[in-house]
């Protein structure tokens, strides 16, 4: 029998869910939402690059 590695998170398991009324969301899509949500704030907020002296 191989020994594997264990991982940060037990995936033989059921997820976790969050309840909201009607709404159900796994914490897993949830905080990848939120993520995702990040990274765009920050690609508007950020400034582009300047390049050099441009003509």
């Given at each position: 029998?191989?020994?594997f590695?264990?991982?940060?998170?037990d995936?033989n398991?059921t997820?976790?869910?969050?309840?909201?009324?009607?709404?159900q969301?796994s914490v897993?899509?949830?905080?990848?939402?939120?993520?995702?949500?990040?990274?765009?704030?920050?690609?508007?907020?950020?400034p582009?690059?300047?390049g050099?002296?441009r003509?």
């Amino acid at each position: 029998m191989a020994v594997f590695a264990r991982g940060p998170v037990d995936l033989n398991t059921t997820g976790h869910y969050l309840h909201w009324g009607v709404i159900q969301i796994s914490v897993a899509n949830l905080v990848v939402i939120l993520l995702m949500l990040l990274v765009f704030a920050l690609a508007i907020a950020l400034p582009f690059p300047r390049g050099g002296d441009r003509r």
